[in-house]
């Protein structure tokens, strides 16, 4: 069993930057792949970026590329998602999750894959 809970969501101008964390329980945090997925109101939940369990192959959805950068501290438990050159379309609710399987060799890129998730992290971008 994994729990996630995500911290660093707020309200930040466009052009600027947020750092949230995803801090999981359970010894099995770094045999899982992470995600990070946002939901915005009236909109379905989607996919932003995943690491492997390794910390290799990060994946980022096209709409994030280049501006978001995942990582991952297996000793410490924690998976990061540091936010660049925000946009107003980036305000939703960010959740982060861990794959339910271990050790897997691909990465997981779709919410079915994802067994454990946070409550989520509000984040806002002001035009």
């Known amino acids: 069993q994994v729990q996630l809970v995500e911290s660093g969501g707020g309200l930040v101008q466009a052009g600027g930057s947020l750092r949230l964390s995803c801090a999981a329980s359970?010894?099995?945090?770094?045999?899982?792949?992470m995600g990070w997925f946002r939901q915005a109101p009236g909109k379905e939940r989607e996919f932003v970026t995943a690491?492997?369990?390794?910390?290799?192959?990060?994946y980022y959805a096209d709409s994030v590329k280049g501006r978001f950068t995942i990582s991952r501290d297996n000793a410490e438990n924690t998976v990061y998602l540091q936010m660049n050159s925000l946009k107003p379309e980036d305000t939703a609710v960010y959740h982060c999750?861990?794959?339910?399987?271990?050790?897997?060799?691909?990465?997981?890129?779709?919410?079915?894959?994802?067994?454990?998730w946070g409550q989520g992290t509000q984040v806002t971008v002001s035009s």
């Open positions: 999750a861990a794959d339910g399987w271990t050790f897997r060799r691909t990465l997981p890129v779709t919410s079915a894959e994802y067994d454990y």
């Open positions: 359970g010894r099995t945090f770094s045999t899982r792949a």
């Open positions: 690491i492997s369990w390794n910390g290799g192959s990060p």
